[in-house]
């Protein structure tokens, strides 16, 4: 069964402290690994897309990063506006066709403070 | 900047009412999606539409919802009899192509009583 666990829950930092999260995923086929923010009671909002082992994207303080079996979204020197739900995805390749669909982690809650 | 934009924000029904939540995707986009967020959970897949026809679907989307395109540019879920079960926060998600890179509007927050 495609799953996508991600680590910590939750994670509390200072502002200016560097840190990672893990996404882990399990997948029969991998069409792509995509990160996004969700902010409370809105929307999860992208930031990267991942195609390949090796690969990385970076966004301002964020750096993404694939391997073979997990992905890590690194924060640098994060501020506080950083706060917010970090979510991963999954898009699994299916032979059926179906290659639509996104399968989502639980998230990590990601609080900074100043 | 282009946004998907959904109505209502919030809507509480009665079990076993008909409920249409409605969606405006960005214009140029092709792909249309509705995902479920049960409160404190993850969120879920419910269906992928293209081409004016439902391109993959869940198990949750079973016989009570229905997803249409009346329009050019309306995009709508309906649950025909809601369920306490129901109760979650519906986005609805559009792309330019058929990849994970989706743009989710802010929701609607069903509350079913």
């Known amino acids: 069964e495609d799953q996508v666990t991600q680590s910590p829950e939750a994670l509390r930092l200072q502002e200016g402290e560097s840190s990672s999260l893990n996404c882990s995923y399990t997948v029969s086929g991998l069409r792509g690994l995509f990160w996004y923010r969700q902010d409370p009671g809105k929307g999860p909002e992208f930031l990267f897309t991942l195609y390949s082992a090796g690969e990385e994207k970076e966004k301002e303080r964020l750096k993404a990063t694939l391997t073979k079996k997990e992905s890590f979204l690194h924060i640098t020197a994060p501020k506080p506006e950083d706060s917010a739900t970090y979510l991963c995805?999954?898009?699994?390749?299916?032979?059926?066709?179906?290659?639509?669909?996104?399968?989502f982690g639980a998230g990590t809650r990601l609080a900074v403070h100043p | 900047e282009p946004e998907v934009t959904q109505t209502p924000s919030h809507q509480v029904t009665q079990m076993g009412q008909e409920v249409i939540l409605r969606c405006v995707p960005i214009?140029?986009?092709?792909?249309f999606y509705w995902y479920r967020q049960i409160l404190g959970q993850k969120v879920e897949f419910l269906v992928s539409?293209?081409?004016?026809?439902?391109?993959?679907k869940s198990e949750i989307f079973d016989d009570q919802f229905s997803v249409e395109r009346p329009d050019g540019s309306n995009f709508t879920l309906k649950i025909r009899s809601t369920k306490l079960e129901d109760s979650a926060m519906y986005f609805c998600?559009?792309?330019?192509?058929?990849?994970?890179?989706?743009?989710f509007g802010e929701g609607s927050r069903l509350t079913v009583l």
């Open positions: 998600a559009s792309s330019d192509r058929g990849s994970g890179e989706l743009f």
């Open positions: 539409f293209y081409n004016n026809e439902i391109s993959e």
């Open positions: 214009s140029n986009h092709l792909y």
């Open positions: 995805a999954v898009q699994p390749l299916e032979f059926s066709g179906g290659y639509n669909k996104l399968i």
